[in-house]
C-alpha cells in the first residue's frame, strides 16, 4: 500500500540527515497516516480511508467529508476522492428529487 493520503495527496518526501560535521545522508519524511471512518451524512455511511493528520483536520474544519469534497476543486483532488465527490453528488441529487 503506498504511503499517500487518499484525499490531500500527501506523500513520502525525501531529503538529507546533516551532522554536526555537515555529512549529507539521504533519508526520508513519512506522511503521518492513520486509517479512519469519515461519516458521509449525504450516504448516510462511514467510509473509511487512510488519511494524514492534516487532511482530518481540515475536513473537520470544513463541516464535515461532504462540504470539504463539495467546496474543494477536481485539481486538487486524488482520483480516489473525485470517484467518492461523484458518488456524493450522486446521493445528494436523488435525496432533493
Not at 22 to 33: D, I, M, Q, Y
Request: charged share 30%.
Amino acid at each position: 500500500m503506498a504511503r499517500r493520503c487518499e484525499m490531500s495527496g500527501k506523500r513520502v518526501m525525501t531529503g538529507n540527515n546533516v551532522s554536526h560535521a555537515h555529512n549529507k545522508t539521504r533519508r526520508r519524511f513519512l506522511p503521518n497516516l492513520q486509517k479512519t471512518s469519515v461519516m458521509s451524512d449525504v450516504l448516510g455511511q462511514p467510509v473509511r480511508m487512510r488519511l494524514s493528520t492534516q487532511a482530518i483536520r481540515t475536513i473537520e474544519h470544513k463541516g464535515g467529508l461532504d462540504a470539504f469534497l463539495l467546496s474543494t476543486s477536481d485539481s486538487q483532488l486524488t482520483d480516489e476522492a473525485r470517484r467518492l465527490k461523484r458518488r456524493v453528488k450522486k446521493a445528494a441529487a436523488r435525496r432533493t428529487a
